[in-house]
């Protein structure tokens, strides 16, 4: 694998993983952050600290106010659950209509503008249990649309699709990182950060992750050395 | 038919008359224009008069920079071409990367969130001459993409993909449309109008909006009066 790829970077630590990985295996990063209406920005700033740490050849933020349409948590549509069993089943209400869509969507534009070779998406095996646009299928059926929809594509070489931790627990996805050396402290996953910035720790997404560093026998560096 | 629908809508008359025909199929209308770092917002005003005259439930205007990307004569990379030979196979510069699936995208997300069972697309057999992401086998593989993208599309309901002017000529959406009682004076489909925003006449918009009329035997009720 070399020529380039563009990565969706979050700033959690999915999204720097999967980056690293295709680092790792050859490709040179563009990295496209979008402000979709978050009601935190917290994230933001992580994924600047991210991008750099990762030397990523340029890095886009691009606003689209997906709060325009409400009907998540994540944009300030109903509050952030806390507390959730975490194996529990079904769609969690911060879940975003369309996000992955319309996310791999830009990084498409992106990855035809630029001649880049694959697209980075962090998607794993745990958020497939509760957001249907994180799925094997649903990634297939988007490399495929892909094929159709762009200039790259009809001239048979269409982006692809690259998902490394789509099988991937949060513990499996934290050895890999930190296997590659990433700094874990740079991130943050909070759906619902203390106005300092410091996660609540009772989210879905605090608590997945704090789950991960215990279950891969870590600590979280995020955490200032306190164990949750 | 009945229930909403998304209609994607840009302003020109394509859009317009999809739009119509979902109505007198029944549908209710949410209006969705993006605002994509066009170098001309002559058509965005245009949408908003579309609207009114539509009597949309909501017309949602939504910006994603897709300059930041570059690539398209349509967001300021390069000249729009004039005076193009109408029937050139092949991609034009004022193809944008990846926007159909963009658009396509965000209307997803709305269309989750408000219950809709339709989204509206304008593209039509001239399209895809030129455009990949226009063709009837790229909005089946979208309108795939949805049922597995969507909360609605896991419950059995995904929303379908409609677009009524796939196969027709601009003649044929002209002659539709102007039967619908449509006021194509309220439109605006150049690539490069003047300050006043009068259209240049030149680009492939013009030109194709020129000859469709003239096929249909009609007047272009937005030149005021004169023939080109």
Wanted: glycine share 12%; hydrophobic share 40%; charged share 25%.
């Amino acid at each position: 694998m070399s020529g380039t790829a563009v990565v969706l970077l979050s700033g959690g630590l999915d999204s720097y993983t999967a980056a690293a990985i295709a680092r790792r295996d050859g490709h040179a990063l563009y990295a496209l952050t979008v402000r979709y209406g978050q009601v935190h920005e917290r994230e933001v700033e992580a994924a600047r600290e991210v991008a750099r740490d990762l030397g990523v050849l340029r890095h886009v933020e691009l606003g689209v106010n997906l709060a325009a349409f409400g009907g998540s948590a994540l944009v300030g549509d109903g509050d952030i659950p806390k507390d959730r069993p975490l194996d529990e089943r079904g769609i969690p209400s911060t879940y975003v209509p369309a996000r992955n869509t319309i996310f791999l969507s830009l990084a498409l534009g992106w990855a035809e503008v630029s001649g880049a070779e694959a697209i980075v998406i962090g998607v794993n095996a745990l958020d497939f249990s509760g957001y249907p646009d994180c799925r094997p299928e649903y990634l297939e059926a988007f490399e495929r649309l892909a094929s159709l929809a762009t200039r790259a594509g009809v001239e048979g070489r269409p982006p692809r699709i690259f998902a490394p931790l789509v099988h991937l627990s949060k513990s499996e996805i934290i050895r890999q990182g930190t296997a590659l050396g990433l700094n874990y402290a740079l991130t943050h996953s909070c759906y619902d950060p203390a106005a300092s910035g410091r996660p609540c720790g009772r989210c879905d997404s605090c608590r997945l992750r704090a789950r991960g560093f215990r279950e891969a026998g870590l600590e979280d560096p995020a955490l200032g050395g306190t164990r949750q």
